[in-house]
């Protein structure tokens, strides 16, 4: 949580703001009743170097917490994304051993978005680009989000699409339903549109990363296989199958606490596109690396899993 963005929305009275109880605690309010803590471990740098050394994760990639700059005005959105880039780029820049860092940008401006990501990447050394699953309510295959796509892919930066408030809000809002399901829906939902839209096939380059173990993709890759045979329209949009454009998307391991659900996830995507994911600091970091560990995957797989492929992205 860099420090100028939280002052940013401390000091707004609408939401996305942050809002300080009499104790003294902060809570995020990203709207539509999605609301989470502030802690240290958000906020300090040497609170998440103690988590690390307890888990022994050597190396993290830092990225901003939900959400985002996209629900900002034009001026606002520019102005926290680049203030954002800075100082998580400064970090980095100062612990090269212990941490990389990913840009953000306001999509729900292009030309802005654009901009940004040219300048994280050749200023400030910025190699993986944090989105949101879709732009403030817009789906994130709008055809004026294109040209940032097209950037992002001749600058060889990896784009991390990270769950947005979902567009079902006001369906998951009770039972705490947009954490357990809400998140993966929205992140499904932005990938799919990304295939049938033809972005993944006019952009074969282009990285995307689908965070949770690929979301609900590998349950359902069957059935949305099938469903594209059904559609006329899904037949002339795409040359292939929409699960060939999805088996070369990345995935990462994040809150993926079940062993049978992974395996099947590894059974879809190889394991040369599967980065390690934590959550840190919304779960444990120590759970997180239980989790993979306890695959059983052979030496070479898990290492690349823990570190090799996001060295290979040059995310790290």
Known sequence: ???????????????????VSRDGAKQMECGSGLVYSITERMTSIDAKIREMKEAGVDHQV???PLPGVDQFTREVASRLARTANDELAQV????????????TVPLRYPDLAVEELRRSKEELGMRM??????????PVDSEKYWPFYKEAEKLGVSLLIHPGRPVMMDSVRDYS????????????????RLVYSGVLEK????????PHMGSTIPYLVG????QFKLSAKGQMTLPKLPSEYLRKVYIDTAQSLYKPAIECALSFTPHDRILFGSDDPFVDLKQSVASVKALGLPPDEEDMIFAGNAKSLGII
């Open 1 to 19: 949580m860099p420090a100028e963005y939280l002052r940013e929305l401390l000091s707004r009275k609408a939401e996305p703001r942050v809002r």
């Open 62 to 64: 830092l990225s901003l």
């Open 92 to 103: 980095s820049r100062s612990r090269p051993a212990q941490f990389s860092a990913a840009a």
């Open 129 to 138: 680009v944090e989105i949101f699953s879709n732009v403030a309510g817009m």
């Open 177 to 192: 339903l947009a954490g357990a399901v809400g998140f993966l829906f929205d992140t499904t939902i932005a990938i799919l």
């Open 203 to 210: 952009l074969p380059g282009l990285r995307i990363i689908v």
């Open 223 to 226: 059935r949305i296989d099938h």
